[in-house]
């Protein structure tokens, strides 16, 4: 059984375009984060929500716009995708907020915008 | 500017060496937690520490937490193939994690 689950797993399309990446945990988790990893592999938080509330909700264009309809769920959506916006993006869960617990990662929806 | 900086960027061995690596910050956190992340899928938790000068071990890996929680170490014994990835440390303080930009290591047979 896959703990976080992400969709999809590769994303390829046009500037300008508005697309979601859907996430799912079945861990029973509160928490949920939305991270970007660019090229060069650096890992930055972009969005956390607890128990369907945003908590943390870093210097991110208003383009992305993250919806929790359930702790389970926690996608996130992208207006006029920029070719900045190529990277790959993580959805993660935890058992409480971030601190010394530990995050479980999806597998990764790499995004390429032309 | 990146809250944590990693060094080195990119460690490459022979299969057998020993390595260390390196998390430093001018931040206090309270806790520091290692991932490792292999191409094409998400980082993976290897230890967390919470205790200034905390040393804790996980079969050939060793982490230590500076006295100050401003920094920490991974060290590898021995180092296998099966040790190549990414390596991240992340710091949190009042429910924030960052992490830092990571060391890639590469382990030769």
């Known amino acids: 059984d896959t703990a976080v689950s992400q969709t999809p797993k590769y994303l390829v399309t046009q500037m300008g375009n508005d697309k979601s990446i859907k996430c799912e945990q079945n861990?029973?988790?509160?928490?949920m984060y939305w991270y970007k990893q660019d090229s060069k592999k650096f890992l930055k938080i972009m969005f956390s929500?607890?128990?369907?509330?945003?908590?943390i909700n870093e210097t991110v264009p208003n383009r992305f716009s993250p919806k929790s309809p359930d702790k389970a769920h926690l996608n996130l959506h992208i207006n006029s995708l920029e070719l900045g916006d190529s990277a790959v993006y993580f959805c993660?869960?935890?058992?409480?907020?971030?601190?010394?617990?530990?995050?479980?990662f999806g597998p990764g929806t790499r995004l390429t915008v032309l | 500017t990146q809250l944590l900086e990693q060094s080195p960027q990119f460690l490459s061995i022979q299969e057998g060496e020993n390595l260390t690596v390196y998390c430093n910050s001018s931040s206090v956190f309270s806790s520091l937690q290692w991932y490792r992340q292999e191409p094409g899928e998400g980082p993976v938790l290897l230890v967390t520490v919470v205790t200034g000068g905390e040393v804790k071990k996980l079969k050939r890996l060793t982490f230590q937490f500076g006295d100050a929680r401003k920094d920490s170490s991974l060290h590898i014994t021995a180092a296998q193939p099966g040790d190549t990835g990414l390596y991240l440390c992340?710091?949190?303080?009042?429910?924030?994690?960052?992490f830092g930009a990571g060391t890639r290591l590469t382990v030769k047979p």
């Open positions: 992340a710091g949190s303080n009042n429910n924030d994690m960052r």
């Open positions: 993660a869960s935890s058992p409480g907020l971030a601190g010394a617990v530990e995050q479980f």
């Open positions: 929500y607890n128990n369907k509330e945003l908590i």
């Open positions: 861990l029973g988790h509160d928490t």
